[in-house]
């Protein structure tokens, strides 16, 4: 019997993968990482072949873990890092180049030619996003530029592109050997290239950025059967029926499906999603208008987004270029050793600021220091700065949707971190929710996919079943509380106007 449903999670960090039953429960996981590659000061790669071979890898030890066949599986649903790039040779399998990462900055002279006389808000009208080093296209470009070889072959026909949603899932069903290429409509707004009303790829603009439209997956709801897992992805004749980007799948995951409602994921970055239902909300603060999800035939449903950079991985910076501990969660028991920042603020802007500045030329500043702070001060500064760029994130979403928060619903790995959660409560005014299920990105997914094939009704499931694990309210006093945040603020001034046409 097909009790289960498998989610693939192709993150920034590891790929893992989860079965889960009916009841949204996990039943076994497998996960790894791969490498980060970092060939230059502000470039990040990813070697796509070896994030392939993990996925089937992680397959395997999820199913093997959990004493299950591909037999077992209702569904399978893909979820992934956004915007990272990957293109390929279609007849081969093998990419050109490196996947390039969303955190990859090495396309700014790129999106600053695009932009033109008219600037960063160019295409902002059609696609919801700003010109930025962030989305895929310009990255598109930048391989098609800079590989030898690359612009003729495609332009012959035989390379495509995809984030990794489209190249896990074009592995998975085949490959060379008439593999599915095919990206959900999540996936697609996160390019530049897609219009927001039409769900379709733009040909303008695609033809500005000299991407020829035969490069370009096919664009589907993010719940539908795309095809059926062939051997080589080990889960034969399993229909792979859901994809959604990881933000857009955690809001998913999270229930989030009444206008107004909201989630925030701590991962390698922080990105909050607030629904605003079947009308596009266009963000004059600083936040993107992206796709949140389309259920087969019924209406896209669209959120306003705040996407933060840089927030798990300044732990792990602290962890693996400062050598300051062992493992992420050793940053609370060190943080906890003192009261307070000591007058320390951190502002990671390792790849420019996010939201809701947009700053490319911002780069990362440690501010406030005097002989008093320590490296416990500089741990808790470190978590402080995640939640004061959440508040930011909040602030803006309030102006653009006049919806104010009354709880916010969070995930992804740093919600461990019980420091973080009761500061972010204090830093809002407001309560902070963590549910059951913190894979809510994998389970959004699995949602999708289990909908799509009948294992789940629709949402009324995924609401039935989400269910609350522990929350945080704010106990801290009103001067307090704006005190740090009015020095937050400070810090953040002094972050700008850093790269410059020697300074990288
Ligand atoms: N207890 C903790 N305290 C602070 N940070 C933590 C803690 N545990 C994990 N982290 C941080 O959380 C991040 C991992 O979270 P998560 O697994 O949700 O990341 P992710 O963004 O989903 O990864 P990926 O990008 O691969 O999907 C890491 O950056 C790590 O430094
Ligand atoms: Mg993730």
């Known amino acids: ?148 070889g690359a612009r003729e072959a495609a332009e012959k026909g035989d390379l495509l592109f995809g984030n990794t949603d ?110 605003t239902g079947t009308e596009k909300v266009p963000s004059k603060n600083g936040l993107l208008t992206t796709v949140c999800y389309k259920i087969g035939d019924a209406p896209q449903v669209y959120a306003l987004e705040g996407s933060i950079a840089v927030t798990g991985s300044l732990i792990q910076w602290l962890r693996d270029n400062l050598g300051m501990f062992q493992d992420a969660p050793d940053v609370e028991w060190l943080a906890r050793k003192v009261e307070d920042n000591g007058g320390a603020y951190f502002v990671p802007a390792f790849s420019g600021l996010f939201a809701p500045y947009w700053r490319p030329d911002a780069r990362g500043a440690l501010v406030g220091l005097t002989r008093y702070v320590n490296r416990n001060h500089i741990a808790r500064a470190a978590l402080e700065a995640v939640a004061y760029q959440t508040r930011e994130v909040v602030d803006a979403m309030k102006l653009d949707s006049g919806v104010q928060l009354t709880e916010l619903k969070v995930d992804g790995g740093m919600v461990a971190n019980e420091l973080l959660m009761q500061f972010q409560a204090d830093q809002l005014g407001v309560d902070v929710v963590r549910p059951k299920v913190a894979e809510t990105t994998a389970l959004g997914a699995a949602y999708a996919a289990g909908i799509a094939v009948g294992f789940w009704k629709g949402e009324e499931d995924v609401t039935a079943n989400w269910a609350e694990d522990k929350r945080w309210s704010p106990a801290v006093a009103e001067d307090e509380r704006e005190r740090l945040y009015r020095s937050w603020k400070k810090a953040v001034t002094k972050t700008f106007d850093w790269v410059d046409a020697d300074v990288q």
Not at 35 to 41: E, L, R, T, V, Y
Not at 208 to 219: T, Y
Not at 235 to 261: H, K, N, R, S, Y
Request: aromatic residues 8%.
């Open 166 to 275: 489209t190249w896990v899932l074009w592995n998975m069903t085949g490959g060379p050997d008439g593999g599915v290429h095919v990206t959900d409509v999540t996936n697609a707004s996160r390019t530049m290239l897609m219009d927001l009303d039409t769900l379709s790829w733009r040909e303008d603009i695609a033809a500005d950025m000299g991407i020829p439209l035969s490069m370009l997956p096919e664009i589907r709801s993010s719940s539908e059967v795309y095809g059926q897992g062939r051997p080589r992805g080990l889960v034969p004749g399993v229909p792979i029926a859901g994809i959604l980007g990881d933000q857009q799948a955690a809001t998913f995951g999270q229930a989030c499906f009444e206008v107004g409602t909201a989630k925030n994921t701590y991962g390698t970055g922080n990105f909050m999603l607030l629904n």
């Open 1 to 148: 019997m097909a009790d289960y449903v498998l989610a693939i999670d192709q993150g920034t960090t590891s790929s893992r993968a989860i079965v889960f039953d009916h009841s949204g429960r996990i039943v076994s996981t497998g996960q790894l990482e791969h490498d980060q590659i970092f060939p230059k000061a502000g470039w990040v790669e990813h070697n796509a072949e070896q994030i392939w071979s993990n996925v089937r890898e992680v397959v395997g030890l999820a199913l093997t873990r959990g004493n299950l066949a591909h037999t077992d599986l209702a569904a399978i649903g893909i979820t992934n890092q956004r915007e990272t790039a990957v293109v390929w040779d279609k007849n081969t399998g093998k990419p050109v180049y490196n996947a390039i990462v969303w955190q990859d900055t090495r396309t700014q002279a790129i999106v600053d030619e695009l932009g033109g006389s008219e600037g960063a808000d160019k295409y902002k009208s059609i696609v919801g996003l700003p010109l930025a080093t962030y989305f895929s296209g310009p990255k598109v470009k930048w391989i098609l530029d800079n590989v030898e």
